[in-house]
């Protein structure tokens, strides 16, 4: 068994992923201990979907190490696994089973026995109130109802860390409310890192920012600081530079890689 190696339970170190010329993300070191939520912010194509695999373990970093509750991901990827629930931007599912049946198979691929798999169904289905469409198809959801099956599926085997990609995509206004409220639920047990675009969302949940742009973090800090005496949109812009602050001629190339291409960041499957 591996042994952790921080007390942290998510952190990267000096972690850099190139594709050819393109660098994805550039020497990101920072280290979110229990407990805490952080917002990761920054304009489409900046690094997030890149940090996010990295960190959960679908990507290599090209340099540096990432770490989940203590464990370096590249060397002990399945342990760490245990510990991390991790949401993509649309991330797949299964059409043609439903969330009962999409959420029981998952459970059994986990080796979660019965009692406690009917237990943590029941636990996940009325925390992302799920029971009005369990034995519906999923290919039949909504995409919000689909999002929400998405993060059962990653609360499941109730992991003591959450990264979530966009979680409230495609959410009609009372449901990101009652995701908003779930979040402050799990905070007491959870360490939760969320990327978004909706700044409305840092206020209400987030302890802390993490903001970054053309693959390199520039700002780490509470969302007051981030603010200062502007708003979140206002803040937002000062640090992309309106969108149009020009990267290094020696490091980022004009094209984006195709993890971050587009207003979707991610296509890869949860864990």
């Not at 695999?53 to 590249?74: Q, Y």
């Not at 009692?115 to 369990?134: F, G, I, M, Y």
């Not at 700044?199 to 920012?209: C, G, K, M």
């Amino acid at each position: 068994m591996a042994e952790a190696v921080s007390t942290a339970m998510i952190e990267a170190r000096g972690l850099s992923k190139f594709f050819g010329q393109f660098v994805g993300v550039k020497d990101l070191t920072f280290s979110i201990p229990r407990g805490q939520i952080v917002a990761f912010l920054g304009p489409n194509g900046a690094g997030k979907s890149t940090t996010m695999r990295i960190l959960s373990g679908f990507m290599s970093p090209s340099e540096g190490s990432a770490h989940i509750a203590g464990l370096d991901v590249t060397g002990n990827r399945l342990e760490a696994s245990r510990h991390l629930g991790y949401l993509p931007e649309n991330g797949p599912l299964y059409d043609e089973l439903t969330p009962l049946e999409l959420l029981k198979f998952f459970g059994e691929a986990r080796g979660i026995q019965e009692p406690l798999l009917k237990e943590r169904l029941d636990q996940v289905s009325e925390l992302c109130a799920l029971h009005q469409v369990l034995d519906k198809p999923i290919g039949k959801l909504s995409r919000g109802y689909r999002q929400r099956v998405g993060v059962a599926h990653v609360l499941l085997h109730d992991p003591e860390v959450l990264i979530l990609d966009e979680p409230t995509a495609g959410l009609d206004p009372n449901q990101i409310r009652d995701f908003r409220t779930n979040i402050g639920r799990l905070r007491e047990r959870k360490t939760i890192m969320i990327s978004t675009h909706i700044l409305q969302e840092v206020e209400a949940v987030a302890d802390r920012v993490l903001f970054i742009h053309n693959g390199r973090l520039l700002f780490d800090g509470s969302p007051r600081e981030l603010k200062q005496s502007d708003s979140l949109e206002e803040a937002f812009y000062r640090l992309t530079d309106y969108g149009r602050r020009s990267a290094p001629p020696s490091t980022d190339a004009e094209t984006t890689p195709p993890d971050e291409a587009g207003t979707s960041e991610e296509t890869g499957g949860a864990v």
